[in-house]
């Protein structure tokens, strides 16, 4: 198909097989006159076809040029190309000065586009129908019309229509429709026009010279027809089209303005309740607004916010209570993008309706929210209502929908204006308002988007950051093309504008649709058609057929047989006593018996004997036709007694007479799916209770470190307080509650950090350290236990090994976990090494060595287990079992290893390493 200022495709190439160059005797002059008269007829079918320009793309419906192009490949080869582009050129011109729009380069574009559809649909349907196809087969047919029809004119439109947008003759928004037109066009003529051509030149002759009074005549006679009707139906409809369109465009602005105007409505109706009853109750405020509450009302709420400040909100939370709201309090959103709480003053909601759904935004403080506030600050200053711009609201939880607010304020003294007499300002109360959901406020006004038409209302307040308040995002940028109409409306101060427009162009009336009409007219003329080429077929192509449905035959056979002898699934074929009549091998091999032994028996005497009565009474049912089949779990007994626990899909196969036959049954072991499904739920119970452990040490270790915070606070106080100065033996008492206090919370902090790591709460942050000041904060944190046990310790950095990567915060807190063990599990005057040296060219080892009783190999497998002291749980040495299991976990965030060499009475080292900062490789 194509459009006004254009004309169409052509065709042109011969395939591998086809006579691509003139024979011998083929003079240069009779090539010419062969062109030349393709030429002519291409262009005579262009332009008459484009005489069928119908709305809404001016678009003609059938192009059968582009039919007449395929065919004159086919039968000529590649050196009618030339004719064919110079009759597209020329029906591309001759609509160009039709229509003012004269340029030479876009038709010779569309010419060369034509020329090169007819040659790669000509290529197409040589490979995939043979070098002269006699189209007498349906699925021959289908790969003829797959080739010319379908891939290859994809071309001609996308090179005309190119060439149509780059010379101004269409705009962007015109290129899709343009080009779908201008395909279909194309596809329908070639559906048409290459039969009839074929039938007048096409080869071979023997099939298609009889095909022109049979094929080619009823064709042409059915287009003509369709033409004259159609051009008929087309002249008078767009103006009715157009009348349609502004008479429902203007009914719908006016409804959708009405609709728009209710919230306000509802505002005011507020307003003045507020101002005369500024302290009325929950219950009468909800009972004034009962009418507005129904659902489906103008608005989605309507309320009241005072002004506070901070210090008035504990008294303002205790008379919401006692007005009703009981679990009322004043709150921050905290969502995305919301402002920071406003210090001096807030403005939280406190009276709402309907409350059902809006009781969420009870208590918000809605300054915080930045679209509000600028509402507010304008509704407080002007005195007038003020809209905001359309932000998630408050009360809505997992709604996609924006909302609009209105704001109004009341002044002190009862007052609407914001100066009194003399012109000072008036203290502000707070702000009553009303809100919407544009979009739902206006589907209800325009339900369904009745007709053809669909609206958007746009938000056009300069600087607004969401235009579009309701309808479909395409309103943002509406092409010229559509039919649209818009009204302009000052809402609360800003500026909206409402847009109704018909979203598939003009409106199609009721019994006047010329271009559906055609097309499918056209379509139906091309059906007939293939029809027609189908049944004046040979009747060798019956005889070829019948042929090849048994070669197809007897392939499926063999290729279900071979389905049913490899597939991993049990098939069993039993007669109406459940005697199996065939099985195949792998049902056997579930079983373990060979097909004599199966068939020996009944398919009940391999059943488990718990499983036979459900089985003989379903298969009674399916007998009897109350079930078309059934499935079931049951169990069969092996060939060495074992159970084998399947899923049995049993079902009747009926003979010709529609009697019950065969019972057919498919087996499936699903044995190892049970013992999976057993493994998963065990592992989802183990992992449970692991998030239960996790929780319980979570929150006792918060709940704990809350009074020991206090204990630990007023010994400390207590020791500091000298009135009166207590005794060296109750400073003993103190100094002991106090080092008792520091190991429980120093205990509480380590159980933290390891349910942290247990729910892969931890990070850390992986920087490049000095390490000789974190060596020094480590021994900083030991030194009064080191002092205490009298243990000495020597410290050996390489200086090439103190820079490395590594989180600071977390390795001072391995460092000090691993040298404090060394000094607690260590004899009476005993020794700690921590070193660091370089290893390798990338990294820097670390260790910590003692002198202490040193690890068994038992010890050591048991070492990393969370609160496992290896037996020194009784004794004077503090600890809980997890300092090593907490270093383990936080070396394997930083990418480490720990590592443990011990031997009984020989000490013991703890190492890993740590990559070298890249400024000190």
Known sequence: MTEAPSSTNVVAAPGRHAPEDPPPGRSLARLAVLNAAVALAYAVLGVLALRLILPPDFVSPIYPAAGLAVAAVLRWGRPVLPGIALGGAAVSLAIGVERGHLALLQPLLVGIGGALQAWLGAVLARRWTGPHPPLCEPAELLRFLAATAGVACLVGPTVGVAALWGSGAIGPSQVASHWLAWWIGDAIGVLIGAPVSLALFGLPRRHWAPRRLSVALPLVIACALLFGATRQVADNEEGRRRQAFELEATSALSSLADTLSMPLTALEANHSLLLVAPHISRADFERAHAERARAGGAVHAVGWAPLLRPQEVPAFERAAQADGYLNYRVFERRRPGDLQPDPDLLLPIRLIAPYARNRPAMGANIRSIPQARA???????????????????????????????????????????????????????????????????????????????????????????????????????????????????????????????????????????????????????????????????????????????????????????????????????????????????????????????????????????????????LGMALIRGEL????????????????????????????????????????????????????????????????????????????????????????????????????????????????SGWHLLQMIDDTLDLSRLDADQLRVRIEHLDLEPIAADSLAMVESQRRRLGVSIEVELASDACELRADATRLKQVLTNLLSNAVKYNHAGGKVWLRARRAGESMVELSVSDTGPGLSDAQKAQLFQPFNRLGREVGGIEGTGIGLVITQRLLALMGSELRVDSRLEEGSTFSFQLPVSSANQ
Not at 391 to 405: I, K, W
Not at 567 to 594: T, W
Not at 708 to 718: D, I, R, S, T, V
């Open 375 to 617: 509402a507010q600050e304008r509704a407080i200053a002007t005195g007038q209502p003020a809209a905001t711009e359309s932000f998630p609201l408050s009360q809505d939880v997992g709604v996609t929908l924006m909302g609009v607010v209105v704001y109004r304020a009341l002044y002190e003294g009862g007052s609407t204006e914001p100066r009194d007499a003399a012109g000072r300002p008036r203290r502000p109360l707070g702000v009553a308002f009303a809100t919407l959901r544009p979009e739902a406020l206006l589907h209800g006004a325009l339900p369904a988007r009745a007709g053809q038409l669909d609206y958007c209302l746009l938000d056009a307040t300069p600087g607004s950051q969401r235009p579009l308040l309701a309808g479909d995002a395409r309103c943002l940028r509406l092409p010229d093309t559509l039919p649209s109409q818009s009204r302009e409306l000052d809402f609360a101060g800003r500026a909206w504008r409402l847009v109704v427009y018909s979203p598939t162009g003009l409106p199609a009336l009721e019994g006047s649709a010329a271009l559906p009409f055609a097309i499918a007219g056209l379509t139906g003329t091309a059906l007939l058609g293939l029809l027609l080429l189908t049944i004046t077929g040979t009747t060798a192509r019956v005889a070829r057929r019948v042929e090849e449905a048994r070669l197809r035959l007897r392939d499926s056979e063999e290729r279900f047989r071979t389905i049913v002898e490899h597939a991993p699934i049990g098939v069993v074929s039993c007669d109406l006593k459940a005697r199996p009549q065939e099985v195949n091998p792998y049902f056997c091999q579930l079983l373990g018996m060979s097909v004599e032994q199966l068939k020996a028996r009944s398919v009940m005497a391999i059943t488990h004997p718990d499983d036979r009565a459900e089985d003989s009474r």
């Open 628 to 739: 078309g089949r059934y499935s079931r779990i049951k169990r069969y007994i092996g060939a060495q007694g074992q159970l084998i626990t399947v899923r049995a899909t049993v079902s009747l196969l009926r003979d010709a007479q529609g009697q019950p036959y065969r019972l057919l049954g498919i087996v499936e072991d699903i044995g190892e799916q049970l013992r999976l499904a057993e493994l998963e739920r065990t592992h989802e119970a183990e992992l449970a209770a692991n998030r239960a452990k996790n929780e319980f040490l979570s929150r006792m270790s918060h709940e704990l470190r809350t009074p020991l915070n206090a204990m630990l606070g007023f010994a400390q106080l207590l020791e500091a307080d000298h009135d009166p100065i207590l005794s060296p033996r109750q400073r003993g008492w103190l100094a002991q509650i106090q080092q």
